[in-house]
């Protein structure tokens, strides 16, 4: 119990940095901050295969963990957009299907009894934003 709740405790001060910088305006390079939404999205994924056992959603606040990491990261995107489309608009348009195609996971604050997606396409989809992010990483560079 005691190392769940060091990770517990170094997970928080890690997201409350990281949400810190993604809302500060000019506090870090385009790259970083593409870097944190896929960080967010991982995190994410991480607490929803916690949440999903036997298709069904076994641990809520795990669940409600992932809906709340989701939708930070896709503040976080939906902020970056207007800068990075001029970049490549075909590669944000991509990323932006995929966080529509995981929006009916969380569809809202209270749960839904069995999981919409699998944690593997869940994971999957993820994948996806992630290679296109480092896709606009190495053009930003």
Do not use: C, N
């Not at 990281?18 to 385009?30: F, I, N, S």
């Not at 790259?31 to 949440?51: I, K």
């Not at 069904?56 to 939708?71: A, N, Q, T, V």
């Not at 069995?114 to 992630?130: D, G, K, T």
């Amino acid at each position: 119990m005691d190392r769940d709740l060091k990770e517990h405790e170094r997970f928080a001060s890690t997201l409350d940095a990281v949400v810190h910088h993604l809302r500060t305006p000019g506090e870090a390079d385009l790259s970083w901050r593409l870097e944190q939404v896929a960080a967010l999205l991982s995190l994410a994924h991480e607490e929803y295969r916690r949440a999903v056992a036997d298709d069904r959603i076994k641990e809520p606040l795990e669940y409600d963990g992932s809906r709340g990491l989701f939708l930070l990261a896709r503040q976080a995107f939906d902020r970056l957009a207007p800068t990075l489309r001029p970049q490549d608009s075909e590669t944000v348009a991509t990323i932006a299907a995929e966080f529509d195609r995981l929006a009916p996971v969380w569809p809202a604050v209270e749960r839904p009894i069995m999981p919409v997606m699998s944690p593997a396409e869940v994971s999957a989809a993820i994948a996806r934003i992630e290679r296109s992010a480092e896709r606009l990483v190495r053009q930003s560079v």
